[in-house]
T-cell receptor, first 114, second 113 residues
Framework: DTGVSQDPRHKITKRGQNVTFRCDPISEHNRLYWYRQTLGQGPEFLTYFQNEAQLEKSRLLSDRFSAERPKGSFSTLEIQRTEQGDSAMYLC????????????FGPGTRLTVL | GNSVTQMEGPVTLSEEAFLTINCTYTATGYPSLFWYVQYPGEGLQLLLKATKADDKGSNKGFEATYRKETTSFHLEKGSVQVSDSAVYFCALRADSGYSTLTFGKGTMLLVSP
């Protein structure tokens, strides 16, 4: 399977704990995006990378959130001191980085904060 | 800022019925427009797209035409199938062509036999 993969698919944690999600993009895709989707809403942009550089962050990305893409391949999204409001589906997408390219989405990681 | 408004669901249809899901947008310039579909338990998949005014995107029997004058990109299908049951998201991308996607809230489609 050469699509975008995410791990884990589901995560249940207690409030105050830290969690980390991983995204593996399609091979040779330069751009990698993180979105958050809450129930009944469309995905909302969080941040994106061009290779290893983080080029844009949404105001939704509070200082408890950090994302990395250390070698320009896979990416991690960490949430520190989780809150119940962080419960959502976290989506990763990748694209070639060319103008008007298509973003391909992974299956998402569903986070539940108790 | 950019925004997308979709009709609220669920839309409930019988098999072979005609489908329209309305989508309007607010954006400066000439954004690209997209329809994504999310089947139960799966990730978002690109269904179709249009990058300039009057373009028609089409795929799997679905069509949508980029209407600049009405800032709309309505999704249509002439004859729906049970397998089309999913959540459909309209989205836009600013006219730079490099920016991220802005999504609508999604419209659930339920097709019964």
């Amino acid at each position: 399977d050469t699509g975008v993969s995410q791990d884990p698919r589901h995560k249940i944690t207690k409030r105050g704990q830290n969690v980390t999600f991983r995204c593996d993009p399609i091979s040779e895709h330069n751009r990698l995006y993180w979105y958050r989707q809450t129930l009944g809403q469309g995905p909302e942009f969080l941040t994106y990378f061009q290779n290893e550089a983080q080029l844009e962050k949404s105001r939704l990305l509070s200082d408890r959130f950090s994302a990395e893409r250390p070698k320009g391949s896979f990416s991690t999204l960490e949430i520190q001191r989780t809150e119940q409001g962080d419960s959502a589906m976290y989506l990763c997408a990748s694209s070639t980085g060319q103008r008007l390219d298509t973003q391909y989405f992974g299956p998402g990681t569903r986070l539940t904060v108790l | 800022g950019n925004s997308v408004t979709q009709m609220e669901g669920p839309v409930t249809l019988s098999e072979e019925a005609f489908l329209t899901i309305n989508c309007t947008y607010t954006a400066t310039g000439y954004p690209s427009l997209f329809w994504y579909v999310q089947y139960p338990g799966e990730g978002l998949q690109l269904l179709l797209k249009a990058t300039k005014a009057d373009d028609k995107g089409s795929n799997k029997g679905f069509e949508a035409t980029y209407r600049k004058e009405t800032t709309s990109f309505h999704l249509e299908k002439g004859s729906v199938q049970v397998s089309d049951s999913a959540v459909y998201f309209c989205a836009l991308r600013a006219d730079s062509g490099y920016s991220t996607l802005t999504f609508g809230k999604g419209t659930m489609l339920l097709v019964s036999p």
